[in-house]
């Protein structure tokens, strides 16, 4: 069954740098988005992307972040400038159509921990 | 303004019985209705999802919704302890939004 795939699953990073979050979409998907996790809160979306440019965005995606689809398969994350409030887990999702019944499926995250 | 609110639990129901999760939302707009299931340290996979009025039915599990109490639940017949998990409600709204609204969550566990 095809799946949606992140790397890496861990990254540790320091304060200040950039951290780049990697996703593989399902491959006959068309929209593509990013959420996060923060421990034991609820998931939060950041930015939907589709025909290779956001088309939705929360107020947390600011200018620190970027999404780029690089070449046919991949989907990466940006952070800028990581701060502490950062760490959390990202989760990548793939949807075949943005229709209000389209179902959208999560990969399995990258943990992201800010130092 | 909360948009999803789901009572963070825990849900302890016995091996066998039903649960049942409740979910209410404020947005009149929204549109369509996600259950997902999360273990701890996983991500969010998909159960089910609703848009009509009324039940829905697959397998163990019956969506339910009521647009005009705003209210939304799942039921999990025959509860087993691999149910055991965090079952997120998650919201779309209408009008070509993507993005999911998720609540908190509810934590279920299902003794032997």
């Known amino acids: 069954e095809p799946e949606v795939t992140q790397t890496p699953s861990h990254q540790v990073t320091q304060m200040g740098q950039e951290v780049i979050l990697r996703c593989v979409p399902i491959s006959n998907h068309l929209y593509f988005y990013w959420y996060r996790q923060i421990l034991g809160q609820k998931v939060e979306f950041l930015v939907s992307?589709?025909?290779?440019?956001?088309?939705?965005k929360s107020e947390i995606f600011d200018d620190q972040f970027s999404v780029e689809r690089p070449d046919g398969s991949n989907f990466t994350l940006k952070i800028r400038s990581t701060k502490l409030e950062d760490s959390a887990m990202y989760f990548c999702?793939?949807?075949?159509?943005?229709?209000?019944?389209?179902?959208?499926?999560f990969g399995p995250g990258t943990r992201l921990t800010v130092l | 303004q909360k948009e999803v609110e789901q009572n963070s639990g825990p849900l302890s129901v016995p091996e066998g019985a039903i649960a049942s999760l409740n979910c209410t939302y404020s947005?009149?707009?929204?549109?369509?209705f996600f259950w997902y299931r999360q273990y701890s340290g996983k991500s969010p996979e998909l159960i089910m999802f609703?848009?009509?009025?009324g039940d829905k039915e697959d397998g163990r599990f019956t969506a339910q919704l009521n647009k005009a109490s705003q209210y939304v639940s799942l039921l999990i017949r025959d509860s087993q302890p691999s149910d055991s998990a965090t079952y997120l409600c998650?919201?779309?709204?209408?009008?070509?939004?993507?993005?999911?609204?998720f609540g908190t969550g509810t934590r279920l566990l299902v003794s032997p």
């Open positions: 992307f589709y025909n290779n440019e956001i088309s939705e």
């Open positions: 998650a919201v779309k709204m209408k009008g070509g939004f993507q993005k999911l609204v």
């Open positions: 999702a793939s949807s075949e159509d943005s229709y209000d019944t389209d179902t959208q499926y």
């Open positions: 947005d009149r707009g929204s549109q369509s």
């Open positions: 609703i848009y009509s009025n």
